[in-house]
């Protein structure tokens, strides 16, 4: 089955530190991954996504992914964490379905970032 | 980017009742789908809402609970029927943007937080 996994519920990082949600994903053919994120009572907005080219994609807010294909990876990174980062974080992927196509959402990672 | 209006924002329904959520679009889409999301936990797809013709439903969702419309490029509406207390969740509207340089990114509405007593 095609899926998405975010291996962590919970990450705390000290604020000016780097910080790295994980993300590993199963799919057949060549994976489309995006990386979603909720801040509290608010809808989910669009952070970055892969297609194709450059494995690191830079996104908003400083976010950036890396896509490793041998590790079946794509790990949502920032240099330098803001406490301002503390959100929902989610992962997903892009898989054909039925002839069109749908988006399956990984378990989601909430990040802390401490003062 | 889309921009996504759902209506009502949230609401209170009594068990048995049935509610229409609404999703507005302000450019046409072609894939809109419906996502149902507890508080703090991750996304479900209920169904792919296709113009013109029937809804794909995801396993576990079925037509006469979750009808879904989709009259047209731009709206499309489910309705929530015969609602027990296990239907209180988020409702997410979501669509794909099909523009050049934001090809296959989802956008979101802001959901409609429905309660059922």
């Known amino acids: 089955a095609q899926s998405v996994a975010q291996p962590e519920d919970q990450v705390n990082v000290a604020e000016g530190n780097p910080l790295t949600v994980k993300c590993t994903y199963s799919v057949s053919g060549n994976p489309y991954l995006f990386w979603y994120v909720q801040y509290p009572n608010r809808g989910l907005q669009f952070l970055l996504k892969?297609?194709?080219?450059?494995?690191l994609v830079k996104g908003s807010y400083g976010f950036e992914a890396e896509f490793n294909k041998s590790q079946t990876s794509f790990h949502l990174k920032k240099p330098s964490a803001l406490v301002s980062d503390s959100a929902l974080y989610f992962c997903?992927?892009?898989?054909?379905?039925?002839?069109?196509?749908?988006?399956?959402f990984g378990t989601g990672t909430r990040l802390k970032v401490l003062a | 980017s889309a921009v996504i209006s759902q209506k009502p924002s949230r609401d209170i329904c009594q068990r048995g009742t049935s509610l229409t959520i609404q999703c507005q679009v302000d450019?046409?889409?072609?894939?809109m789908f419906w996502y149902r999301q507890q508080p703090g936990q991750s996304l479900t797809l209920i169904a792919t809402a296709n113009q013109g013709s029937e809804a794909t439903y995801e396993s576990g969702f079925v037509i006469d609970k979750f009808p879904i419309s989709r009259p047209n490029l731009t709206f499309s509406t489910l309705t929530v029927s015969n609602m027990s207390p296990e239907d209180s969740s988020i409702y997410l509207c979501s669509v794909v943007a099909g523009q050049s340089g934001r090809l296959y990114e989802q956008y979101f509405g802001p959901g409609t937080r429905l309660t059922v007593t």
């Open positions: 997903a992927v892009r898989v054909r379905a039925s002839g069109t196509y749908k988006y399956i």
């Open positions: 892969y297609i194709t080219g450059d494995n």
């Open positions: 450019s046409q889409v072609t894939m």
